[in-house]
Every structure is written in structure tokens, then in C-alpha cells.
């Protein structure tokens, strides 16, 4: 008796190191903080600014005369919106020949607005945010220095669809010799000059191969500091690789040709707190629980008495949902959760969209306003929060996502619990690939991922697969909802619970066959792993 005893409490204490070992090593605090506030400069920037400012100072002296022709298509870091001169008087003439037409649109807006002044400061300040969000450190210009002897850009070199632009950091540094030859050679657009240099002899301009030769390489040099390129075959997107060649060296290096981002900014006013009614919209899809969605729209207003709420509804038999700021979107029968999830998101005005089941209950810790704290502070396009149920337990759901290559028969997806790091200045959040069904995001960003509609009864790590690579997610344990008890005896439900539970849970073998045939042929995985 007394061994056995001996044995359970033996068992008891092991037990207890185990769990003890495994808080720790899940602990946020026993992971390294990693600073991911928006950055657009660095030191290492301003080591190649240095360099490349240095490279474009040099030659001075030697002359050069501009090209009017070549030189008046260079960026002028304005733009002015002119509309096309009448030139035919003639009745139907707009209709033959349509004429470009001129609004401005800083103008009518500002005579309009009681605040103009703040609301100018207000957009810089949008668009200060956008261009540090949207900064891209391969962006950054890098010259090759002539050890090759090529000098040439590596990246950062960018050019607007059937623009020109002066090509910088070319250069050539070799020994003396009686002539010196380079050459260009491109895909997608051609070679001209802004200036001509005396002494240098140019072959091919205005087409894709050009040849630079001269016996100075002095003159070189600076007739290579006003080389253009012209793209000449338009595409949104992409890029020319370009050969630098000179006497037994090669060199290729890339223009990126493509649209600017145009940024999507949110006029929401100038403030000093955070107003969560100008800034986000709460949505959520219901079905069969109209009851559970009462009482989270009570709970919701408790704590923001002006926030909108837009409901998606895809029951039989819809009811009506109304109340100030409440948006109730009626859809067709059983149409399904993600669904549901376009639609509501789809009609977010606001910058940020909180998405809740419809069966959660906002309590004094479903802090919103830590939800944008984070999102305005960091380069997170997503965070979640944590939901507590009646028991007590809590959950994240915080899981990591990533890719192996796989070949011809498709690539492994592999899914795991946990998160990749704590964020610095925000010691209960973390970043991770998926979160909980509790979580606030960028509308904009939302909304380019999008929700699969195929997926109409059970889905939500698929929208989380989706966003790889394209949203930037992080997990936050302290901003908490409540969840609805779930806990029912069999013959206490309703015949509304179980109507519900029959579509919700029921996991047909049809259902399995959607979500392989989604793996498998949409997102082109040929197996997956997961804990």
C-alpha cells in the first residue's frame, strides 16, 4: 500500500515538472524580443548613400551638352493635370474624338472642408505611415564598384511602364588602352543619352544594343553617367535584365519596371486618442443563433456604444437585426462562413475590421483600443487576441506556417503551435502565421487576401495560408473576449441548437474531398504536416 503510495506521488511530482518545464519553454518572456517598428533607414543606407553620392559627384569637369529631346522625358518631381485643347469645333466632337479632362481634386476638396490645414497634416501623416509600411529594403539602390572592371546598379533601379530614366552607378575602371568600349544590352526597352560627351562615340541609340566607345576613359565615364532607358513594352509588373559588357567582362544587373503602389489611406480625423468608432468596424456572421448574437451586440455596446457592427446572414429564415450604427446584410440560405466573412468585410469602411463569432461576449479585458495601439506601432497587418472559455482556459490558437519546395508533384505545407518571436515594447504579444477567430487587421489588407467562399462550413487556417507571405500577424494574450458556454446536456437543446450543430459539425466526406482538392490543385501542396 505503502509502495504504491509512494509511486502516485512519485508520478505527481514528475508530473509537475514537466508542465512547469513546458510553461517555460512557451513563455513569451523566454524568447528574444525583435524590434519590428517600421524602419526606412539604417546605417548600412547610409553607408551606400555615401558611396553612391560620392560615384555621382565624380567628373565635374568635363563638359557635356544636354539632349532637349532625351532630357525633357526625366521625372521632374512634379506632375501637373492638364486637359486636352478643344481642337475640332464640330457637334458630337466629345463623342468622336474624347478629350481628356482636368479635375482638381486637392482644391475642390480643401474649399469644401472646414479643416483644411488639419486635414492636409492629417494625409502627410497617413502617407508618412503608408511609405514607411510599405518600405522594401531591396528597394535600396546598390552599386557594384568597379572591381570588375564594370561598375553597375544592382538594385534599386526603377522605371514606370514606357517611362525613361537615367540609369545610375554605370562606370568602367580599367587600365589605360587606346580605346575603351562598353556596351548595353536590354530586353524590354531601348538606350538613348540626355547629353553628349566629346571624345565619346555612340552606336545603336534609340535602340536595344548601344556601344559606348572612346579612347578618354574619363569621357567614358561621364557620357555613361547620362545613359537612359526608355521601357518600351509595356507590363504593370516586371523587370528588364540588362548586360553591361565590356572587353572580356560581363555584368547583368535588373530595372524594375512596374507601377507605383498608389496608397490607400483612411480620412478618419486628426486625433489625439484613439476614437475605435472612426477607426474600426466590428464584423461577424451568424446562423441559427440569433440569441447569441443579441447578446454579443449587448456586450459590444456596453464598451463602444458607437462602434458599427456589420452582420452577415445567411439563415432560412432571416430575422431583423436593427439598432443604431448595425448593418444587416441578408444572404442566401446555407451560403457559408466564409462567405459570410467577404460579405461583412467587404462592406468595411473604416481602417481596421475587428472580426467575433457571433457567439463571443466583449467583457472590461476585449481592449480594442491595444488591438490599434499595436497595429499603428508596428508593421503588423494583423493581430489577434485570446478567448476565454467558461472553464476558465483560455486559447490563442497561435500557430506557425511555412512552405518546403517540392518539384514537379507540388510543394509540403507544414503547420505548427507556437510563434516565431516576441515583439519589442509589447511583452504579452507575439509574431506567429495564424491566430485565433478573435482578431483586428488592415481592411485593406483583409480584403486583398480575402476568405475562400468554397469553404462554407468549416474553414479558417486556409485564410491563414492564403495570407503567407502577404500579411504580417502577431498574437496578443492580454486582450481577451469571452466565449459563449458551449456546454449543453443532449436533451436540453433546442431544436435550433441542434439544427446548428447538424450543419456545423457534421464533416461529410464531400467536405473532405473540398478542403484536399483546395490543398492539393489551388494552393498547390502535395502533402502537409501538422501537430
Known sequence: ?????????????????????????????????????????????SQLYGKIQNIANGYNDIPYDIKEDVACRLAQNTCVCLADKETVHLPFSNLLWPRAWAHNISMAFLESHPDPEGVKQHRAQEYRSFQRRSYDPADVLVVAEAMSPLQYP???????PLKTIIIPGLG?????????????????????????????????????????????????NRQLQFVTYTNTVFHPKTADTIVFATQGQQAFFNIRVGHGTVPTLYNFGHQKEYNISALVTIATKTF????????????????????????????????????????????????????????AVSQVTTKYVLWADDDFIFTANTKL???????????????????????????????????????????????????????????NCVVADAVINFFMGRTDKMQQVGFNPRLARQGHLEFFIDALGSLHIGSCSDIIVNHA?????PWTKTDLQKAYDKFRYTYS?????????IFYFKNRFKCMTSH
Open 1 to 45: 500500500m505503502r509502495a504504491t503510495c509512494k509511486r502516485r506521488i512519485g508520478l505527481i511530482l514528475v508530473s509537475g515538472l514537466l508542465l512547469c518545464s513546458l510553461f517555460y519553454v512557451w513563455s513569451p518572456e523566454s524568447s528574444p524580443e525583435v524590434d519590428i517598428r517600421p524602419k526606412v533607414t539604417s546605417p548600412v543606407n
Open 172 to 220: 568602367l575602371r580599367e587600365e589605360t588602352r587606346l580605346n575603351h568600349v562598353v556596351s548595353l544590352t536590354a530586353t524590354l526597352g531601348t538606350f538613348d543619352v540626355a547629353a553628349t560627351v566629346h571624345m565619346v562615340s555612340l552606336e545603336g541609340v534609340g535602340e536595344k544594343h548601344m556601344i559606348l566607345s572612346s579612347p578618354s576613359l574619363s569621357a567614358l
Open 485 to 489: 458556454s458551449k456546454i449543453k446536456l
Open 154 to 160: 544592382t538594385q534599386g533601379v526603377k522605371v514606370r
Open 369 to 427: 483600443e491595444r488591438m490599434v495601439d499595436i497595429l499603428e506601432k508596428t508593421t503588423l497587418d494583423m493581430v489577434g487576441g485570446a478567448v476565454r472559455e467558461v472553464t476558465g482556459y483560455t486559447a490563442t490558437y497561435r500557430h506557425t506556417i511555412s512552405v518546403d519546395e517540392g518539384g514537379e508533384e507540388g510543394d509540403c505545407l507544414h503547420i505548427r503551435n507556437g510563434y516565431h518571436h516576441v515583439i519589442e515594447g509589447f511583452p
Open 509 to 517: 466526406s464531400s467536405d473532405k474531398d473540398l478542403h484536399n482538392e
Open 288 to 343: 441559427l443563433r440569433y440569441d447569441k448574437l443579441k447578446d454579443l451586440i449587448d456586450s459590444i455596446r456596453q464598451f463602444y456604444p458607437t462602434v458599427t457592427i456589420v452582420i452577415a446572414d445567411d439563415n432560412e429564415h432571416p430575422q431583423p437585426v436593427t439598432g443604431p450604427h448595425i448593418e444587416h446584410y441578408i444572404m442566401p440560405f446555407g451560403k457559408g462562413w466564409f462567405a459570410g466573412r467577404n460579405l
